[in-house]
């Protein structure tokens, strides 16, 4: 087994992930079966119970755990399937220490970091390093491990001394280590300033390693001068001293990486089994991606009518789903940010500028997008966008809590039911159209919830999500909620047009689809899962692919060609084949849509005027 660890210095938040990710994506490449693991030096046991505004979303893997964003990284760029054990934590390692100090497995030694601390660390990591991660279950050859946070942080100290010991045990031709920093360029100056990543350097070797490779992350590209002079202080040959600078995609940084010469420097360091020269063919499908994603001329706007929009990685996976179906139909993505609760009826008074900028960003979008979330805050914004789409025939995908939100939106609007709610809002309703599951234990926060991957199977086999699933009978897909719809309602629901068109496999109770029939409005899905936790660059989640379809107006043409792009969309064919001229022809209709008792007219004569101007 080979070991590459990546550590961050002079800031967190540098990008250590995406490096890690390509770095795998290129070994990957080669031939090599490559694995991950993500290290955070918090005491939490999990992500699960983080504020969204914390470290941005939880992402779920297939066994339940819910993970760092960093392992959706991983998942995304390697196209791998990771497990719960791959994130470590020190909450984990502690809780393992602790549980064996209990049952005596110490003999009545006194516990410490060092050993114990660390030898638990570096047992995790090689445990870990051993399982497959690839749909042939045969044992990886490569281990990847990030570092969360920077060198010199307190919290991150046992995992240093960790691997200052594991170095040895795994030896020298076996472990690597790879040192992602800031090379700062201040404005006055423009100059790039090597003295961070020197003093991060010298602490890193102070505590017993020393970096095999530098990445250096810059606004631009800097000179030679500056790369001998970080080779010279931080005791690295000038050829592993990398400068990746800014780019507009992320594609580029593993075409970068490869161009920089990543690949030989392991093959000669860790003596990996890599041929050389290698094929012409070799990344072409990253560089066909990361050209597509420079050339894309015509856009799709989507709303994201969601509850933590101050912050982006909050909707981290959701946002690259998007960005995965746009560029697979030759289109950029552009969000508007649509605060949900800005969209209520209050804010018309209290805050009236808000309200009307945020029914502007909804009201002038191509498609509407509803993610999950918890929590009462905002929910009756995101019924109101629900109602909007519905009634507009605006595209439409909620997910989660977005789905819930359409079902309380219909009840109320369409089935009469006004006081139709979930309890998790409204425990006293008269009318609980989301109920609690039956198995969710309250009083305990965290792993408590419907977690993981589920089968869900298709009750309706004409409808359209099964078309985007190209006919599968069923789908297996990750979960992360507590709260379902209420089974007690459904025939109520169907009988008035709202279809539930999958369920559970294992319980025909718990609905996971719905939908309009595409007679009555072109796109307008609600789904219970989290799709784009298994979205790829390459494989865009069928739901949000729907969503980009119906958004760009090409839905139906794909659905007659039987849920097939035209081969000009397919990567690798001529860029100048995708303009689509029509588009510049086509006129938006402007949607004169009234708000609930809201006096919504007016709005909808603002943002018309607005328009015009």
Known sequence: MKYILVCGAVI?????????SSVGTILKSCGLR?????????????AGTFSPYEHGEVFVLDDGGEVDLDLGNYERFMDVKLHSKNNITTGKIYKQVIEKERKGDFLGRTVQVVPHVTDAIQDWVVDVAQQSVDHDQQCPQVCIIELGGTIGDIEGMPFIEAFRQFQFRAGKDNFCCMLVSLVPQPGPSGQHKTKPIQHSVRELRGQGLTPDLIICRSQTRFEESVTEKISNFCHVEPRNVINIEDFASIYRVPLCLHEAGVVEYFTERLKLPISSPRSRTFLSKWRDLANRFDRVIDDVTIALVGKYTKLEDSYISVIK???????????????????????????????????????????????????????CRGVEGKSLAAHYARTSG???????????????????????????????????????????????????????????KRRTVFTDSDCLLKKLYKNKDFVEERHRHRYEVNPKYVKEFEKNGLKFVGQDADDSQRLEMLELPAETHPYYVGVQYHPEFLSRPLRPSPPYFGL???????LETYLQRGSNLSPRFFYGSDV??????????????????????????????KVESDQAQ
């Open 394 to 452: 605006k595209p439409y995908l909620g997910v989660c809590l977005g789905f819930q939100a359409a079902v309380i939106e219909f009840a109320r609007n369409v089935l009469g039911l006004k006081d139709a709610h979930s309890v998790e809002f409204s425990p006293s309703t008269e009318h609980p159209v989301v109920i609690e599951m039956p198995e969710h234990h309250t009083g305990q926060m965290g792993g408590t919830m419907r977690l993981g």
């Open 34 to 46: 490559v694995t991950s693991i993500k290290i955070d030096p918090y005491l939490n046991i999990d």
């Open 548 to 554: 980009i379809l119906a958004s760009c107006g090409k």
């Open 12 to 20: 967190s938040g540098i990008g250590k992930g995406v490096i890690a």
């Open 576 to 605: 100048s084949e995708y303009r689509d001229e029509s588009s510049d022809e086509e006129v938006k209709e402007t949607l004169r849509w009234t708000p609930p008792d809201d006096g919504g007219i007016a709005l909808a004569e």
């Open 321 to 375: 789903a998007l960005k995965h179906a746009a560029l697979a139909v030759y289109r950029r993505l552009k969000l508007n940010w649509v605060d949900a609760e800005h969209l209520e009826h209050k804010f018309q008074s209290s805050d009236p500028v808000k309200y009307h900028d945020a029914w502007k960003q909804l009201c002038t979008a191509d498609g509407v997008l509803v993610p999950g979330g918890f929590g």
